[in-house]
Antibody, heavy 119, light 110 residues
Framework: QVQLQESGPGLVKPSQTLSLTCTVS??????????WSWIRQPAGKGLEWIGR???????NYNPSLKSRVTISVDTSKSQFSLKLSSVTAADTAVYYC???????????WGQGTLVTVSS | QSVLTQPPSTSGTPGQRVTISCSGS????????VNWYQQLPGTAPKLLIY???QRPSGIPDRFSGSKSGTSASLAISGLQSEDEADYYC???????????FGTGTKVTVL
């Protein structure tokens, strides 16, 4: 059973860079035709896809966030990471990491981690 | 803002059948398969339906999905109290080259 766990600071100051890491266990991050993805959800609101990465390093990003987002992968550590720059209060949300199948559905999710942007 | 439109809420009594619609466009639902996710209060979303109408292992057959043109639907038959949750449709969008979620529908069991 694949498991994903987000980690990183729960509080980030405005204008700084939000950094999160997702650790994958129960399966190889490099096996199969899977992408590794980040999704976020502001309190009381809907889901927003941030982007995804293949283990080759190929990425796709949400156009509305593309200028501020970087997703990277470290297969040796079975981890992938999210960096979101120049954050504002609007970036306050629960951030989920997830496994994205080659058939365009998300089959495994992390439990989510709340990141608050505040001074 | 979401490019897939869902009704904000729907409700039903136990045992009833409810349906949730998801309206998109030719670049997303019209070109790609639709998936549905269930999010129980305070938890991460869970895959409910994939590839328009397929259920992952462990999902009861009370849940069914369909797609026609640029719209899709999720049906819940034999509604149960534990079905009270938020439901999201989603699909790949070829124009955005990204994954888009629906606006979400809250299902209330009366």
């Amino acid at each position: 059973q694949v498991q994903l766990q987000e980690s990183g600071p729960g509080l980030v100051k405005p204008s700084q860079t939000l950094s999160l890491t997702c650790t994958v266990s129960g399966g190889s991050i490099s096996s199969g035709s899977y992408y590794w993805s980040w999704i976020r959800q502001p309190a009381g609101k809907g889901l927003e896809w941030i982007g995804r990465i293949y283990t080759s390093g190929s990425t796709n990003y949400n156009p509305s966030l593309k200028s501020r987002v970087t997703i990277s992968v470290d297969t040796s550590k079975s981890q992938f990471s999210l960096k979101l720059s120049s954050v504002t209060a609007a970036d306050t949300a629960v951030y989920y990491c997830a496994r994205f199948s080659g058939y365009h559905y998300i089959d495994y999710w992390g439990q989510g981690t709340l990141v608050t942007v505040s001074s | 803002q979401s490019v897939l439109t869902q009704p904000p809420s729907t409700s039903g009594t136990p045992g009833q059948r409810v349906t949730i619609s998801c309206s998109g466009s030719s670049s997303n639902i019209g070109s790609n398969t639709v998936n549905w996710y269930q999010q129980l209060p305070g938890t991460a979303p869970k895959l409910l339906i994939y590839s328009n109408n397929q259920r992952p292992s462990g999902i009861p057959d009370r849940f069914s999905g369909s797609k026609s043109g640029t719209s899709a639907s999720l049906a819940i038959s034999g509604l149960q109290s534990e079905d009270e949750a938020d439901y999201y449709c989603a699909a790949w969008d070829d124009s955005l080259n990204g994954y888009v979620f629906g606006t979400g529908t809250k299902v209330t069991v009366l």
